[in-house]
């Protein structure tokens, strides 16, 4: 059997993070002059280049410590797997970063926050809340049982070529001429479709939300090139 590159692995395990949607961060707890680690549950997206991006209060008790201590780990498993041991999960050790609205990334960081979570525009009303980015040091993943993985974050964090106004195009044509289309995504991976619309789409697949439901798809290789969207959505689409 052949053994994955850890390129190979980062995309697989990017597709595994676009599936899921709460991890448990854990942070360096300060109690009473030891370090301790704390764990909470913390939702979460991913973005198009495949890092990790948070949205905290500034009062809780997780972003208290990583102003402190940068150094965080963010697990993510199948929580919907009868068998929770044997099922897959990766553990990112990384550093933070917090991104003010000043940043030029934090429009795309925000956009695509809101896309997944709106309700978290009122957020702000209540608390001061801030957006963190997980900048990967270290992977650990386990696919499966006895399948084990472990590798520098090095490539994990690839440069996507494809500019987010071709993804943005993609999208909006999607929904605007070809809900037939997205129903039969929803329909192959044996779900009832009623609404849906494409939300968030990056090289490696996209996203669909259909009532309170979002749904992954994967696509069948990473995408290149602005014309491999719409080459794979048509392939999708007629398979």
Partial sequence: MTELTNQELSIEIKNFLHSKDVGILS???DQEGEAFPYGSVCPFVILRNG?????VSDIALHTKNMNANERVSFTVFDMD??????????????????IEKEDERYKEIANTYYAF????????????????????V????????????KFSA???IFTDNIESSHYDFAIKHMNDDHKNAICKYLVDKGLQAVDPSIISMNQLGFHIKDEERITYIEFKSP????GDLRKF???MAKA
């Fill in 27 to 29: 942070t360096i707890k």
């Fill in 51 to 55: 890092q990790v991006a948070i949205l």
């Fill in 81 to 98: 797997s009868q068998k929770k041991q044997a099922a897959a999960r990766t553990s990112i050790l990384a550093t933070v970063e917090r």
């Fill in 117 to 136: 979570k709106p309700e978290s525009r009122s957020f702000f009303e209540v608390h001061n809340f801030a957006f963190y980015i997980l900048k990967p």
């Fill in 138 to 149: 270290f992977i650990h993943y386990i696919k499966g049982f006895g399948k084990i993985y």
């Fill in 154 to 156: 090095n490539n994990f």
């Fill in 223 to 226: 995408a290149k090139e602005a």
């Fill in 233 to 235: 959505l048509v392939e």
